[in-house]
Each structure stands twice: as structure tokens, then as C-alpha cells.
């Protein structure tokens, strides 16, 4: 079993900055890309980073290049995305995924486990 469990959401103001995590349980960690999304209200589910299973490589949306940076530790098995300058069409629910491929993916049927999200809120 997979577990996928965010933290680090919270209410911050415009320009600062934010620091996500997402703890992953179960086996074969190092083998899977993984990304973070973000669904504000009333919109789709929108791919913010990803990260390729060994940590070289990685994927951001246009809209938070040069702002945001996805990491990941193998020896904690968590992931991370580092929010900064955060701008008020930044705030929604972030959720941590896991791929089910090695090669990250900017596509949301790649991913097969999913965290419960975490609020971001920026206040202006």
C-alpha cells in the first residue's frame, strides 16, 4: 500500500514564501517520478512540478518557473515543493502524486496515488 501524506500548506502573505512536503510510505520510492498539482475552486486539477525518480530532472508550469522548485530526499522518502513569491492566483489545494512511470509527467492520468491536499491561501 502507497500512502502519500502533504503537510505545509498554510496562509501566507503575497511574496512570501511556502515550503510543501509530501511523506511517501510503501515500497519502491526512488523508482516513480512524482509531481505536485493544485486545484483551485472551480477549476480543473492543474500540474504545478515534477520530478524524474532519480531527482535530476524536472518539469514546471510556465506560471511558476523561476518561483517554485520540487526536490526530493530518498533517504526520508518525502518530496518537496519550495513556494516562492507567491502571487494570489497561486492559492488552492496542492496534492503530491506519485507516477506511475520512472520519466515524470506534466499528465494527470500518469499518476496513480494521490495525497489528500493541503490549503494554500495567499493573502494580498
Known amino acids: 500500500q502507497v500512502q502519500l501524506v502533504e503537510s505545509g500548506g498554510g496562509l501566507v502573505q503575497t511574496g512570501n514564501s511556502l515550503r510543501l512536503s509530501c511523506a511517501v510510505s510503501?515500497?519502491?520510492?526512488?523508482?516513480?517520478?512524482m509531481g505536485w498539482f493544485r486545484q483551485a475552486a472551480g477549476k480543473e486539477r492543474e500540474v504545478v512540478a515534477a520530478i524524474y525518480w532519480p531527482g535530476s530532472n524536472t518539469y514546471y508550469v510556465d506560471s511558476v518557473k523561476g518561483r517554485f522548485t520540487i526536490s526530493r530526499d530518498h533517504n526520508k522518502n518525502t518530496v518537496y515543493l519550495q513556494m516562492s513569491s507567491l502571487k494570489p492566483e497561486d492559492p488552492a489545494v496542492y496534492y503530491c502524486?506519485?507516477?506511475?512511470?520512472?520519466?515524470?509527467?506534466?499528465?494527470?492520468?500518469?499518476?496513480?496515488?494521490w495525497g489528500q491536499g493541503t490549503q494554500v491561501t495567499v493573502s494580498s
Open positions: 510503501g515500497r519502491t520510492f526512488g523508482r516513480y517520478a
Open positions: 502524486a506519485r507516477s506511475k512511470y520512472g520519466n515524470m509527467s506534466s499528465i494527470r492520468r500518469d499518476y496513480n496515488y
